[in-house]
């Protein structure tokens, strides 16, 4: 069990450039989830997978964010004409199936706006 | 609608005190309940769990109640060390496949 990895671990970007960021979640598991993370606040929940399949999203997943599992393996999460406001950490996590299985969360990519 | 209430830190104890977290959750149906950790530089870590009412979830000293009856789950630790230093998130998963997320509170142990 190596854990989620995500990458990168820090992206600075101008506003308006898109970005792409990678999780490659825990080998077993065949869910993975997408958070954002602002200063002093808790996770928000993105979107979920089960294996590729994309089976929710939250209203806080503009038009301008869009995310991929191919495959079922690893995810992108990929975000166009930047804003100041999507500064943020975004988590990724993955988890067995069932509601009582636990998240397991990636170390996050942190993400600034010039 | 869903949403958790944490305590709000910031949390400044001494080394060997008793720590208590409150944690109340507003949620539909049975949801399974949880504690996640993140210390300085890291990930979010899965601290304990607790699945139905009455369960108790401990881990490294920590431990927690599911009350049902109180829509509780107030995170306790006997004795804090310095190590235990971090930000503490109460989360539940009502069924649906997201974690709601308190606003975290964080905690400062001091030698």
């Known amino acids: 069990d190596t854990g989620v990895s995500q990458n990168p671990r820090h992206k600075i970007t101008k506003r308006g450039q898109n970005v792409t960021f990678r999780c490659d979640p825990i080998?077993?598991?065949?869910?993975l989830y997408w958070y954002r993370q602002t200063l002093g606040q808790g996770p928000e929940f993105l979107t979920y997978f089960q294996n590729e399949a994309q089976l929710e999203k939250s209203r806080l997943l503009s038009d301008r964010f869009s995310a991929e599992r191919p495959k079922g393996s690893f995810s992108t999460l990929e975000i166009q004409r930047t804003e100041q406001g999507d500064s943020a950490m975004y988590l990724c996590?993955?988890?067995?199936?069932?509601?009582?299985?636990?998240?397991?969360f990636g170390d996050g990519t942190r993400l600034s706006i010039l | 609608g869903n949403s958790v209430t944490q305590m709000e830190g910031p949390v400044t104890l001494s080394e060997e005190a008793f720590l208590t977290i409150n944690c109340t959750y507003t949620a539909t149906g049975y949801p399974s309940l949880f504690w996640y950790v993140q210390y300085p530089g890291e990930g979010l870590q899965l601290l304990l769990k607790?699945?139905?009412?009455?369960d108790k979830g401990s881990n490294k000293g920590f431990e927690a109640t599911y009350r049902k009856e109180t829509t509780s789950f107030h995170l306790e630790k006997g004795s804090v060390q310095v190590s235990d230093s971090a930000v503490y998130f109460c989360?539940?998963?009502?069924?649906?496949?997201?974690?709601?997320f308190g606003t975290g509170t964080r905690l400062t142990v001091i030698p």
């Open positions: 996590a993955s988890s067995s199936t069932g509601r009582d299985q636990p998240q397991h």
């Open positions: 080998s077993e598991h065949n869910r």
């Open positions: 989360a539940y998963n009502a069924g649906a496949n997201n974690l709601f």
């Open positions: 607790a699945t139905k009412a009455d």
